[in-house]
């Protein structure tokens, strides 16, 4: 059985992964840039700040986070527990 992804708005992310130490750099048209420093290496995510994304919008963000953030602290925030 697939994962099952919340529903989240572009909102919910960046405030999320606001709690992770990035910030807002910039904004171009709906999308916004985060970036935090982690021992010298910058890290980058765009995240479109729509009412609600879509399934495959969520599946590409938390995969491009998982490189900064483990998948064990993502896990909670983007999909629903199985019990």
Same mark, same amino acid.
């Given at each position: 059985m697939s994962p099952k992804y919340k529903v989240l708005s572009g909102s919910d992310?960046?405030?999320?992964?606001?709690?992770?130490?990035?910030?807002?750099?910039s904004q171009?048209? !709906?999308?916004?840039? *985060?970036k935090r420093l982690i021992k010298g290496q910058k890290q980058?995510?765009?995240?479109?700040n729509h009412r609600e994304l879509d399934i495959g919008t969520l599946k590409s963000i938390?995969?491009?986070?998982?490189?900064?953030? !483990?998948?064990?602290? *993502?896990?909670?925030?983007?999909?629903?527990?199985d019990t």
């Open positions: 992310i960046i405030k999320l992964f606001q709690k992770f130490g990035f910030e807002i750099v171009k048209g !709906s999308h916004v840039k *985060l980058v995510l765009v995240i479109p938390y995969r491009q986070a998982s490189v900064y953030i !483990s998948e064990e602290l *993502l896990t909670d925030h983007f999909l629903y527990s």
